[in-house]
């Protein structure tokens, strides 16, 4: 409408403005077309091609820098710890029965993170806590990553099904049927990965850990 408002009566040559806002209205931008479209068919800017033969989209040496800022470590950065939970940490099982926990966790910079987190539970009133320390060093190996910490959690006993997970849980509070086995481990381990260059990981692990029911 309101460009139909400054074009009307407007001479051949005349020009309609408007005012939008991008960005989260961070970027106020005005736009003028003229009042007859047809003349954007034989606009002097459109007569070229935007970008010459011999021009690039991102200059040699602008690629250049950015490569050579890749390659180097990142800097020692210690970013504001993060709060996570309840919500993610919250499980049912037949030995904790209601469990609720969080985390923080804290970016510190040369690819070096931590993170520490606690839950509790209702029904057998245990504890549980694990604290590490990680470090993904892509600048010195392509996918090479280490962490080591300590823990004190309940595990389950085998390797079939996944009994802490959001959908385990339901089915656990609604059924009251949880036919997994449980034990308590308490410990520390070092492990670590790298990507091979045919394709997946070495993993490793060295751990010593003791174990209860």
Known sequence: DDVAGQCAGAPGDAQSTRTRTRYGARLPTRVRVPCDESRLATADA?????LADDDRAWPVPALDALAALDARPPAWAPQRPTLHGPLGYTRYDRVEGLSVGGAVRQSLGLGYR????ARASEADRQW???AWLARGDAARGAGREW???A???LEQADDWGAAFRFGASVQN???GL???????AAGAELAGARARAAGGALQWRLFAERQRE
């Open 46 to 50: 459109f007569d070229a091609p935007l």
């Open 114 to 117: 931590w993170e520490a987190n």
């Open 128 to 130: 549980g806590a694990e």
């Open 147 to 149: 962490r080591g910490g």
């Open 151 to 153: 823990y004190r959690r």
């Open 173 to 175: 509070l609604l059924s």
């Open 178 to 184: 949880d036919e997994q086995f449980y034990y308590r």
